[in-house]
Nanobody
Framework: QVQLVESGGGLVQPGGSLGLSCAAS????????TGWYRQAPGRQRELVAE???????QYSDSVNNRFTISRDNTKGTMYLQMTNLKPEDTALYYC??????????????WGQGIQVTVSS
């Protein structure tokens, strides 16, 4: 079974920066798609940024040019560097990975979520 563990969240002032990590453990043949999502109170979970199999990164309009997604397949780890944070970025952030766990078996896994709070 694959487990994803997020780290790096916390409290930051508006305009500040914060980095998140998502480390995968378990038997993984390959990592295909990876993404960061977030969910604010009373709102639906939304995609923040993702890297698809091609390696191309895509961002939501609300974070474009402020957030950077990256990953290290050799370490099974994904990152989200957040800059110029705004109060509306406050949310529970989740990582998601689509991985092959067998010769013909592909599954998505989610992390448990980590809180990011932007407030003065």
């Amino acid at each position: 079974q694959v487990q994803l563990v997020e780290s790096g969240g916390g409290l930051v002032q508006p305009g500040g920066s914060l980095g998140l990590s998502c480390a995968a453990s378990g038997t993984i043949f390959s990592i295909e798609t990876t993404g960061w999502y977030r969910q604010a109170p009373g709102r639906q979970r939304e995609l923040v940024a993702e890297i698809r199999g091609s390696g191309r990164a895509q961002y939501s309009d609300s974070v474009n040019n402020r957030f950077t997604i990256s990953r290290d397949n050799t370490k099974g780890t994904m990152y989200l560097q957040m800059t110029n944070l705004k109060p509306e970025d406050t949310a529970l952030y989740y990582c998601k990975m689509g991985v092959t766990i067998g010769p013909t078996q592909f599954e998505y896994f989610w992390g448990q979520g980590i809180q990011v709070t932007v407030s003065s």
